[in-house]
């Protein structure tokens, strides 16, 4: 009898023969209830899991890989879940550690240590001792917002032998007080190169304004020259305290400290030189305490003064100029130096048109006991005036040098 033979094709190269028997493993030989690995899989769950793929291997066939594929990677993942959302296990807290929460202090900046007698694993609390450095910052450190008033300085200057020596050393002075400083320079028609030149380099901000009034009608320059300043206050409405400060005048820092605290009109004692140069005369208030009960004067021809003030000798506030309805003035008329009034009385015609009487005063310093201005009067008249500052000839000599 012939025998047919069949060749093994590759879809079944894992049959097995055992004692003539021949046994195809088929995909889900693996998951069944009869295999060796069946034994393996001691938790119900997993046995489970085996008979619900071999179910479903088994109505889907060779033709059904993908589908069959896809089921068991959503039913791993779903499973996977379970496990994450319900773990079995149980996790042991050990009881000889010891956590000492932080505890925030700022009344202290010493660390606590652990103790030697403590056990286990500490925690050193933590500080917080910002607010303190800060506190302690604050009250070592003033804050000063207080606004200091503006100081409005009128020079009249002209061309003399000593002009540049006076304005650089008045420049000098304004240059130490504490801003603001305006320095408001005022020249007779023509302005000169050399004193905008000399404004320029004195660090001080400044204003250079020139006085159109003819030279050959003024019978005081001083005052005209003054009056330009007020009219550019006036109309700029500048807010300050004004002080005419000569250039040939010296200036103690302490007067500028004591122009700030003026809240309407402030005056002071002046030390002037006599025309003898032997002997010095003050010219002034006298106080007790700011109140002006009194004035200081020598001179008979000045004894009919209503006020005893030098030109250097009193500071006024700006808005007296343009804000009459502020200070209660019974007119609106400019507040001007007058020049067609004697000599000496220019001071005094100018205050009564600012202030009543002494009530309205304000004694600076209080007690008006410090010299703090100098006049002294110390321009020479015979020097020859040089042109541009500069000299012409540099090569004459009274001495030949050695």
């Keep these: 009898m012939a025998s047919f033979r069949r060749t093994l094709s ?12 021949v046994s195809v493993s088929s995909p889900s030989h693996k998951f069944s209830p009869n295999s060796n690995n069946y034994s393996k899989l001691t938790s119900p769950l997993h046995a489970l899991l085996a008979r ?23 039913l791993f993942f779903f499973v996977g879940f379970l496990l994450g959302m319900f773990p079995f296990g149980h996790v042991a807290v ?48 003033r804050f000063d917002f207080a606004p200091r008033k503006q100081l409005i300085i009128v020079t009249p200057t002209y061309n003399r032998a000593f002009q540049a020596y ?43 304004l020139v006085c159109t009034k003819n030279s050959t009608d003024v019978k005081d320059r001083g005052v005209h020259q003054r009056n330009t300043a ?38 002071w004692t002046v030390a002037m030189l006599a025309p003898s140069k032997n002997k010095a005369i003050l010219e002034g208030p006298v106080c007790n305490g700011s109140q002006v009960i009194g004035w200081h004067t020598n001179e008979k021809s000045k004894r009919l003064r209503r006020f005893h003030v030098d030109m250097s000798g009193f500071a006024f506030n700006s808005t007296i100029l343009w804000d009459p309805k502020t200070w209660r003035r019974p007119t609106s008329n400019p507040i001007r130096q007058l020049d067609t009034v004697k000599e000496g009385f220019q001071e005094t015609t100018f205050i009564e048109q600012l202030v009543e009487d002494e009530s309205h005063m304000e004694g600076s310093p209080p007690g ?6 100098w006049h002294l009067h110390l321009d020479s008249h015979n020097v020859v005036y040089p042109k541009g500052w500069l000299l012409q000839k540099n090569l004459d000599a009274v001495f030949p040098a050695k």
């Design 230 to 267: 007020l009219e550019h206050i006036e109309h700029h409405r500048l807010n300050g305290i004004v002080y005419f400060a000569d250039d040939d005048n010296i200036y103690s820092l302490q007067l500028f400290e004591t122009l700030r605290h003026i809240s309407g009109f402030g005056t």
């Design 52 to 74: 619900v793929a071999g179910a479903f291997a088994k109505r889907y066939g060779r033709k059904g890989q993908w589908r069959k594929t896809l089921f068991r990677c959503l």
């Design 368 to 373: 008006c006991s410090n010299i703090i201005n």
């Design 10 to 21: 590759p879809a079944y190269h894992d049959r097995h023969h055992h004692n003539g028997v």
């Design 94 to 141: 050990n009881d000889d550690i010891e956590i000492n929460t932080p505890r925030a202090t700022t009344t202290s900046n010493k660390a606590q240590l652990p103790r030697d007698d403590e056990t286990g694993f500490t925690i050193d609390p933590v500080r917080l001792t910002a607010e303190n450095h800060i506190s302690e910052a604050v009250t070592n450190f």
């Design 166 to 208: 006076f304005m650089n050393r008045l420049g000098q002075v304004l240059r130490l007080i504490p801003p603001p400083v305006l320095w408001i320079v005022v020249e007779m028609n023509p302005a000169s190169m050399e004193t905008a030149e000399l404004l320029r380099k004195s660090g001080v901000m400044y204003r250079h």
